[in-house]
């Protein structure tokens, strides 16, 4: 494939260079201006309306600078899925996506009392731990007096979850 002149325009004039700094990396985001996917990232169509196909904007940019597409795709160091500025893409794989996410925090599930669906507290499964560790309550007696299971009993007390009570 190949880009003209005239659709590397067109994509340039989509593109705003004035975006937020990034405190990392410490230069502007190059923002997309025009239409994006659902998920947020930017798209530009190659090959006009009618047979023509929508690439991710950032893709693009990567191909408009090296001739080639990322292999197998461009990442985003500075994780605005917007930014088509060169250097805060990166090419790598699904595994290299999901190692520089989990080093960043970006998909760990909240923990404790800060899950969505968490029915105690901190001190309640300290308090459910201590009781079971004096050997006078039964994972069932706990679990009745909780509301929770006795599995979820079992796994509070064996350090499954609520790891740290």
Not at 66 to 71: D, I, K, L, S
Not at 87 to 98: K, P, R, S, W, Y
Not at 99 to 116: F, I, L, M, Q, V
Not at 148 to 155: D, G, L, W, Y
Request: with cysteine; net charge positive.
């Amino acid at each position: 494939m190949r880009l003209t002149n005239a659709m590397i325009d067109r994509f340039l004039a989509k593109v705003d260079k004035n975006g937020p700094v990034h405190p990392v990396l410490k230069t502007r985001c190059h923002l997309w201006t025009a239409s994006k996917f659902v998920q947020g990232y930017g798209q530009f169509r190659i090959g006009g309306r009618v047979g023509g196909k929508l690439y991710r904007a950032h893709r693009v940019a990567f191909f408009i600078k090296y001739g080639r597409w990322p292999t197998p795709q461009a990442l985003h160091r500075c994780d605005v899925r917007a930014c088509v500025r060169l250097d805060h893409l990166f090419e790598g794989a699904d595994q290299d996506n999901a190692t520089d996410k989990a080093a960043k925090g970006r998909c760990a599930s909240p923990k404790g009392e800060a899950h969505g669906g968490a029915k105690l507290t901190l001190n309640t499964a300290r308090a459910i731990k201590r009781k079971f560790g004096t050997g006078h309550y039964t994972k069932t007696q706990l679990s009745r007096e909780y509301d929770i299971s006795r599995r979820e009993v079992a796994n509070i007390v064996n350090g499954l979850n609520w790891t740290e009570a």
